[in-house]
């Protein structure tokens, strides 16, 4: 199916890695619907790609936390394409109080507050869940449906494990067991629907100078929405059930 018949939602997308994927996107003449919380911002951010020449694009308001919502972009998305063919889960949260920069590394377990769990959870991994469901319908009717879920290599449990790796002292624990378990739902589905045509992949954007990730983060804005995209629109052989940077993989 060629890119100008696709049509792909992506959640948070009005800023950083969520509108560097639509930008990607949009460049491969998809058409871009851009969630985002706030309806001015979203609309700027759709103007901002409109001026660039992507002219397939439009912007919703889309709490991903808001049930209500999930039901208006299913009811949106039916009316307006009829059919759902990337969706990316790229809206999250990052709450623990946590300084990567510390030498020492960072570890936050003991301290955590069930709330700040409850809440990075609940954006991170329940609502992806259940917004995945509502549109799962849609994606369906697509002759070939791609999900991608923005976890983290901070969701590897192999890494954490390893005395060796780069992310060894870097434990901010709710953040981390919501990309974990975010990993853990991409297995299940795409377990589920693997004698379909859709295909589901974990996403590890890189740390990329974001609001969340930081100044001194090593990689530029430009370069987040790259393994969104290359998950977006895998081909027919691509992988699924699988977990990656730009095409490398990475430990569960």
């Known amino acids: 199916m060629a890119s100008q018949d696709k049509v792909a939602f992506i959640t948070g997308a009005n800023k950083g890695i969520g509108l560097e994927t639509a930008r ?5 003449g998809v058409a871009v619907v851009i969630g985002s919380r706030n309806e001015a911002n979203g609309r700027e951010a759709a103007d901002a790609l409109r ?3 992507i002219e397939k694009v439009e912007a919703v308001r889309f709490d991903v936390t808001r049930p209500e919502d999930h039901q208006e972009i299913a009811r949106h998305l039916k009316e307006r394409y009829g059919k759902l063919d990337i969706l990316v889960n790229n809206a999250g949260v990052a709450l623990d109080e946590a300084n990567f920069g510390d030498p020492n590394g960072v570890n936050t377990t003991s301290t955590v507050s069930s709330d700040i769990l409850r809440r990075t959870f609940e954006t991170n991994f329940f609502a992806v869940v259940a917004l995945t469901q509502t549109l799962l319908p ?3 009717k697509s002759p070939a449906g791609r999900i991608v879920n923005l ?3 901070l969701g590897s449990l192999a890494l954490h494990s390893d005395p060796q790796s780069p992310i060894y002292g870097m434990k901010a624990f709710a953040y981390d067991a919501s990309k974990t378990a975010l ?4 297995v299940h589905l795409a377990h589920e629907l693997k004698g379909t045509a859709i295909k589901v992949n974990s996403a590890h954007p890189g740390w990329v100078k974001t609001d969340m990730g930081g100044s001194a983060a090593p990689m530029e804005l430009s370069e987040g929405g790259k393994t969104s995209v290359l998950l ?3 081909p027919d052989n691509g992988p699924t059930g699988g977990f990656s940077h730009v095409g490398e ?3 569960w």
Do not use: C, M, V
């Open 151 to 153: 976890s983290s290599i």
């Open 183 to 186: 990993n853990a739902f991409t």
């Open 24 to 28: 990607g996107l949009g460049r491969l």
């Open 249 to 251: 993989p990475l430990p």
């Open 232 to 234: 977006a629109t895998l």
């Open 51 to 53: 001026a660039e020449g």
């Open 138 to 140: 849609l994606i369906r």
